[in-house]
C-alpha cells in the first residue's frame, strides 16, 4: 500500500531552511491500522500531508499502490487525492451552508457523477456512520461528534485505499473521542487502511502499530500488543 524511501522535506523561508523530516523510510501494508505519534515539531503533520499527496517530498521516494507520487503534476495529484485518500480532519472542514448529504456528496460531484447517485451513495455512507437520521441537518445544527461521523462518511464515499485521519478526537470529548475511535476500529475489521496522526499516547493505542517520530526521525516503530487493541474494542 504505503512505501516511503529514505523520505525529506525541507521547508524554505528565505536564507533560512527547516528540514521537517529526515530521511523517514517505512511500509504500510494493504489493510494496517497504523498510528503516527509525536510530540509538536515532531515532523508528523508534514508526514501526514506528503502522504495525502497535499505536499511533495523534497527528495527520497513515495509510492502509493506502487505508483511513484514524486513523478506527478498537480493534476494528477489531484485526482489520486480525490479517487485513493480520504482525509478525516480535527476541525471537521464540513461545509456550513450545505446539509450533511450534500457535504458527504461533494468528492461525488469532482468525479461526475450524477446527483441521484451522488445522494443515494452519500446517505449509505451516513447510515453507515450511524447518521442516517441527520441527512438534512446542517453542521451547525449538529454535535461535535455528530460533524466527525460526517465527515467520516465524506472520506469514505469514494471508497478510498487509504484513510488518513489527522487528530480525529482532537476537538471532542472523552467519550464522543472513544466513540468515534470504534468506527475507525469497525473500518479496520472491515479491511480499510488507516493511518492517523496524533500526539494523545491514549489514541494512538488504538491502532496494531504506532510510529513514533520526534524532529523529523522515526524514534521507534513498535507493534501494539493483539490482546490490548482487543481490550480497547471491548472497552
Not at 507520487?69 to 495529484?77: A, E, K
Not at 446539509?99 to 451522488?118: C, E, F, I, T
Not at 461521523?149 to 465524506?154: E, G, N, Y
Not at 472491515?190 to 520526534?214: C, M
Request: glycine content about 8%; overall charge negative.
Amino acid at each position: 500500500m504505503i512505501v516511503v524511501e529514505d523520505l525529506r522535506k525541507v521547508y524554505k523561508n528565505g536564507e533560512i531552511e527547516v528540514e521537517a523530516l529526515k530521511g523517514v523510510s517505512f511500509t504500510i501494508e494493504d489493510g494496517e491500522f497504523v498510528s503516527i505519534m509525536g510530540p509538536s515539531g515532531s515532523g508528523k503533520s508534514t508526514m501526514m500531508h506528503v502522504l495525502g499527496c497535499l505536499h511533495q517530498a523534497t527528495s527520497g521516494k513515495y509510492f502509493l499502490d506502487g505508483e511513484d507520487i514524486g513523478t506527478l503534476n498537480d493534476n494528477q495529484l489531484a485526482i489520486i487525492r480525490n479517487e485513493k485518500v480520504g482525509f478525516i480532519f480535527q476541525q471537521f472542514n464540513l461545509l456550513a451552508r450545505s446539509s450533511a448529504l450534500r457535504n458527504v456528496a461533494l468528492p461525488l460531484v469532482y468525479r461526475g457523477m450524477k446527483r441521484s447517485q451522488r445522494q443515494e451513495k452519500s446517505r449509505i455512507m451516513l447510515e453507515k456512520v450511524g447518521l442516517g437520521h441527520r441527512l438534512d441537518h446542517w453542521p451547525n445544527e449538529l454535535s461535535g461528534g455528530q460533524k466527525q461521523r460526517v465527515a467520516i462518511a465524506r472520506a469514505l464515499v469514494n471508497d478510498p485505499s487509504l484513510l488518513l485521519a489527522d487528530e480525529p478526537t482532537g476537538n471532542l470529548d472523552t467519550k464522543t473521542g472513544k466513540d468515534i475511535m470504534k468506527i475507525f476500529l469497525e473500518l479496520h475489521d472491515q479491511g480499510h487502511t488507516v493511518v492517523l496522526v496524533t500526539h494523545e499516547p491514549h489514541i494512538a493505542e488504538y491502532a496494531e502499530r504506532i510510529i513514533h517520530l520526534r524532529d523529523g526521525e522515526i524514534e521507534k516503530d513498535e507493534q501494539i500488543n493483539t490482546s490490548k487493541a482487543e481490550a480497547l474494542r471491548q472497552d
